[in-house]
């Protein structure tokens, strides 16, 4: 963030140390409200035009579409016709709805063993990417792959055949003698795991986001710790996890959400059918199918305002929770 | 070192990257230009969606083609589709205001569309439809909208014998005039136990309409009366029966084998792979399997309660229809397209059969000659059946667009033992009336 030379009235950089964006929001504020508001800047129309194609993103596919969606989610709307106000319809119809409540379930399954596992797998490995070894940047992204690819159909195209009856993995357990092994994904037991399986897989930018934070803790803790003859495991126990623990919540927060709206993974691997026998069928499945195959796009308005409360619901939690465990150094 | 502050804008500036990776490529998702730009006939820009496979999209482009030199003025926009997709896409567009001019109907969605005021009522519009057989328009209309739709094709039930497999377990084509549901299932065990592992006489049918249908018409009901489910309890646990029985006597192969199946492309399937030697499918289907298998495939009836083909209580559908939209801008020019479609002999020699048999009288005598063997079998088994049939089945109701779903659901759940075939009849009745209603 360098200002150009010269033509700057509000020198705001003549910290100490580099300031954070929000720090250099917050005093861009300030400045402003002694009287900068008023003053014709050069800068100000060009600022508007390279904030335009931000603005109408999130007017046209944020902020419009989620009001739209507030006002269906008390109507009746097949898509077909116009919508019919219905009340609380919709939210009594899912009260009662058993096939919601299973996709909670599933749901909440997938995002409190999934993102442990994923966050764990993170963690495990940026700590043995961060013991400079050799060729690093070639294994970073090596690892960093499968977060590129995770998400695309084709992943879970692959993931399909390779847990099928007949697929990779069931073949290799074969020649260890395991033999008439289910198909993963198509038996009601299972199907679920191997999504969790494909989720944590995707590991890669939690990763990366674990690196950058190992890379801040100042080498003279561990040199420290050393000295005073601290083992490899009380090291890793009692100086990266506390000095790590923002970053863990950040990861944390992130993840939990992300996962709460996955919806490709068991849209392919199932089909788009969330089976077998609904094992798969995640909160966002059993929205797309309300809205677009069985045509009643107010109650899938109403269970996505639902799901944003839950998401909600649970980031309120985790930052609540975070004053008990998060350790900052300022 | 990481202060709260820093933590903070990294949780800000992280998420706001996703957010703009993530309006990349939804970004850019324009649509298509809209209608056409007046109602004149003889010059428009039309719009045409279907779901097909890449035979169907070939011959439709050729069709579009041909009827350049008939209207040089029209242009007709092609929009391809694929079955699973096109049914969100044509709901999204309907909601947008942006619903094709002219698309590809389904029996299972008419009266989801037609009963909102999507469709165009074609007879008002003048189609002329005085070649059709008789009862073959009477399946598009619906009430208080008209001839919402046109027939396309003719269809009917049946069964596909892959006849390499019964050689190889040494097991007789059974007569289908004759056969009961009993043989069937004995005739697949016999085929199972003279190959070898892995190969099975038949696939799962638990969770197939067309088959349930056929099922429930024979003993005297039907998918729908009234608008509500035509079906009683006992008629949909005796079906869960006998589909635990595929299961259990391995007629059949498991369920998580059924499954996975399911969920394959025709290709890979068992039975084009060879890995099972009967399964069911719509006679408009028979050209796409019989290419799958090596010998080609034996048409069969489906099998009757009463050991009688008179009894198999067969019928018709429309394989599918043309329809055209309410908002169409061209109205005209979209009706004449249909009418091109289903009325010219022409346009017929270049579809063939296989959106179905046509329901044109003069177009069918038009091609059957020239067909190939293959599609000689399809129009053979319909013309065989035609003395046998049942009544005409009621049109199905909204919602009932999704009774499949419900089908296999309850019928998945029976096979893995979550479900008794009493319960799961149970089940299918109450969710359907849940759907209907």
């Known amino acids: 963030m360098q200002s150009p030379p010269g033509d700057r009235p509000h020198n705001f950089h003549e910290g100490k140390k580099p300031m954070s964006a929000v720090g250099e929001l917050a005093s861009i504020v300030s400045s402003r ?22 603005l109408l993103g ?30 609380l319809e919709n939210i009594k119809q899912m009260i009662s709805d058993t096939r919601l409540h299973n996709s909670l379930v599933v749901t909440f399954i997938y995002v409190f063993v999934g993102t442990p596992l994923q966050l764990i797998a993170a963690l495990l490995l940026a700590v043995l990417l961060n013991q400079g070894m050799k060729g690093l940047s070639f294994y970073r992204s090596i690892f960093y792959l499968p977060s590129l690819l995770g998400g695309s159909v084709a992943i879970a195209i692959l993931w399909r055949q390779m847990f099928g009856a007949n697929g990779l993995i069931n073949q290799v357990a074969g020649m260890f003698g395991f033999t008439d092994l289910p198909g993963w994904v198509s038996n009601p037991d299972t199907a679920l795991g191997t999504i969790i399986l494909l989720h944590v897989w995707t590991f890669g930018s939690p990763m990366i986001i674990f690196l950058a934070g190992l890379r801040q803790i100042p080498e003279m803790y561990y040199e420290a710790a050393s000295v005073d003859g601290a ?19 950040f990861n944390v927060v992130l993840q939990v959400i992300n996962a709460f709206q996955s919806f490709t993974q068991a849209f392919v691997v199932s089909g788009g059918t969330g089976g077998p026998s609904d094992s798969t069928m995640f909160y966002t499945l059993y929205l797309y199918q309300k809205g677009f195959t069985q045509f009643d796009m107010g109650y899938a308005s109403a269970m996505a305002w639902l799901l944003l409360i839950i998401v909600a619901f649970f980031t309120a939690i985790n930052f609540f929770v975070s004053k008990f465990w998060v350790f900052y150094d300022d | 070192m990481l202060s709260r502050r820093s933590t903070l804008a990294l949780g800000m500036a992280v998420p706001g990257l996703a957010a703009l990776a993530a309006c990349g490529p939804n970004a850019s998702g324009g649509s298509g230009s809209g209608g056409g730009d007046g109602g004149d006939a003889s010059s428009a820009s039309l719009r045409l969606a279907w779901w097909g496979n890449p035979t169907r999209d070939e011959k439709t482009q050729q069709v579009a083609d041909a009827y350049k030199e008939v209207e040089p003025d029209v242009t007709v926009n092609l929009e391809p589709g694929e079955w699973s997709g096109y049914w969100d896409k044509l709901a999204t ?17 008419l009266s989801e569309y037609a009963g909102r005021g999507a469709l165009l009522d074609l007879a008002g519009a003048g189609l002329s439809t005085t070649d059709f057989a008789p009862g073959s328009v009477e399946v598009g209309e619906v009430e208080g909208v008209g001839l919402a739709a046109i027939n396309a094709g003719l269809n009917a039930f049946c069964f596909l014998l892959n006849p390499a497999v019964f050689e190889e377990a040494g097991v007789d084509i059974p007569d289908d005039t004759t056969w009961t549901w009993d043989d069937l299932l004995e005739t697949a065990q016999k085929i199972t136990e003279g190959t070898p592992d892995g190969t099975y006489g038949m696939t799962q049918m638990g969770s197939v309409q067309g088959l349930f249908q056929v099922f429930v018409r024979q003993a005297g009901q039907d998918q729908y009366k009234d608008g509500a489910a035509g079906f009683d309890v006992d008629t949909a646990t005796k079906w869960f029966e006998w589909a635990k029985e595929i299961q259990d006597t391995k007629a059949g192969p498991d369920a998580s084998v059924s499954v996975e199946d399911a969920a394959q492309a025709m290709d890979q399937s068992l039975f084009a792979t060879g890995k099972v030697a009967m399964t069911v499918a719509w006679s408009n289907q028979v050209v796409a399997h ?38 169409t801008q061209s109205p005209e020019a979209a009706v004449k397209f249909v009418d091109f479609l289903v009325n010219s002999p022409d346009a017929g020699k270049i579809l063939s059969v296989e959106r179905g048999v046509p329901g044109n009288l003069t177009v069918r005598e038009a091609i059957v000659p020239d067909l190939d063997e293959a599609n000689t079998k399809a129009v053979d088994y319909l013309n065989s059946i035609e003395q046998e049939l049942g009544d005409a089945p009621e049109i199905t109701p909204q919602g009932g667009g999704q009774f499949e779903d419900i089908l296999t659901r309850a019928c998945e759940d029976m096979l893995f033992g979550k479900l008794s075939p009493a319960e799961a009849g149970q089940r299918v009745l109450d969710d359907l009336a849940g759907a209907l209603a």
């Open chain 1, 33 to 54: 409200k002694k009287g900068g508001a008023k003053e014709k800047h050069p800068d100000n129309k060009s600022a508007a035009v390279f904030m335009t194609p931000w």
């Open chain 1, 58 to 87: 999130f007017l046209g596919i944020t902020l419009i579409p989620m009001i739209a969606s507030f006002a269906l989610a008390f109507t009746d709307y097949s898509l077909l016709a116009p919508p019919e106000f219905v009340g």
């Open chain 1, 231 to 249: 083992s490899t495991m009380t090291k890793f126990f009692r100086i990266t996890i506390p000095l790590l623990t923002p970053i863990i919540f």
């Open chain 2, 93 to 109: 567009q309907a909601a947008g205001g942006d619903f094709p001019d002219i698309v590809q109907m389904d029996e299972k969605y």
């Open chain 2, 290 to 327: 019989d290419g799958l298998v090596p010998d080609g495939v034996t048409v069969l009836r489906p099998p009757s309660m009463t050991g009688s083909a008179a009894d198999a209580e067969l019928w018709y559908k429309a394989s599918m229809y043309w329809a055209v939209s309410a908002k």
